[in-house]
């Protein structure tokens, strides 16, 4: 039936009657599906502009000592100052079962102290330096433009090597001077520059890019750190929430280092995984709104269809008749008028899926000519499923601006349509 040449030439000839009607019904259901492909690639490009910041492992934790007990505990007194020791790396890997990976990491002028002052040849500044491992990269949100990172045997070694930010090498290189393989001194001791990196946290990057990662266990003996460690890093195992190991982290460490659960402001935390799923929730939420404005506007421009239809068959009211005098079945006279309001349907939001797919397009040639982003924007997107799925809509609501139509076909009376002038 849809390669019916006579009757796709009845349709076009009858949809041209009424040009101007035809267009404005049409309109909303092309409407409905531009703005569905331009609101779910522009929600698409903010969240890729936002996942952009987050670190490639999502879900890590961090933990931290911060204060003194507040609490009595096991004939303890309050006051205590907890410390973490090298040693408590292994521990917490040993009988924390929840956990793939922990990392002990100490840093210098972070924090409280001054940061280290760092020299290449006669141009030096003062940078904070911070313990880093194997895949730090992919932990800190981290992009390594020149070199490489620190490596398990840069850890395993103690190596004297050193990954700086983007602003450290600004600052302490000619522009033009190779970086990679020379000498910087931090405090007088002296690394070896073996990678670069740029930060994709957004917002914050100046600072972060004015940092510098030596391999963690180096850090600690270089400069006096050997009995202690800042924090640890956690990153849970395969199909385990990151709440989990937090919470589990630090219930083993309370049992270890005798504090009471009830004092909980001893260890504190960054749950990398619960901002993580703040953002996705707000981008769902973003998406279902996008699909709500859209469906609502493509099942306006459907009853438009359908109203139209309505019309059509009002006014061949005789010519279905005969058709029915003639022996046309019901279906045959249902699959006539359903296949009026699917053209008009396909068309129109075809036609509105391919503009906001070239709408969408043309900003993201845009944005890679500024540069791949824009604040917080980035590469807006349409997806495949998001094609299928609009298209699935398109043809659902072609079929319903036709239910109604094709009742009141089927319900003509033959005689009663050839009587009527």
Sequence with gaps: MLLDIEKWREIIGTLKQHKLRTALTAFGVFWGIFMLTVLLGAGKGLENGVNVGFPRVSNFVNVWSQGTTQVPYQGLPIGRHIEFKPDDVDAIARNVSSISIVKGQNSLGRWSDSPPYTVHKSRSGAFSAQGGFAHIEDIDGLRIVEGRSINAIDEQQRRKVALIGQRVADQLFEKGENAIGADITLNGISFTVIGIFASLQQGNERQEEERIYLPNDTLRYAFNQVGWVDNFIIVPKPGVPARVAEEDVKKYLAQIKKVSPED?????????????????????????????????????????????????????????????????????????????????????????????????????????????????????????????????????????????????????DPITALQDE
């Design 264 to 412: 909980l402001g001893v260890f504190r935390s960054f749950n990398m995984q619960d901002q993580f799923d703040k953002v996705q929730g707000l981008f769902i939420g973003i998406k279902a709104f996008s699909w709500i404005v859209a469906i609502g506007t493509m099942f306006a421009g459907a009853v438009g269809v359908g109203n139209i239809m309505l019309i059509v068959v009002k006014e061949r009211t005789r010519e279905i008749g005969l058709r029915k005098a003639l022996g046309a079945t019901p279906r045959s006279i249902i699959a006539m008028i359903m296949q009026e309001s699917l053209f008009i349907s396909a068309v129109a939001g075809y036609a509105g899926l391919v503009l906001g797919t070239l709408s969408i397009e043309a900003v993201a040639t845009m944005l890679e000519a500024g540069g791949g982003k824009a604040g917080f924007f980035g590469r807006p997107e349409v997806e495949f499923k998001t094609a299928i799925a609009a298209l699935a809509v398109l043809v659902v609501a072609g079929v319903l601006a036709s239910l109604m139509p094709a009742a009141k076909a089927v319900a003509v």
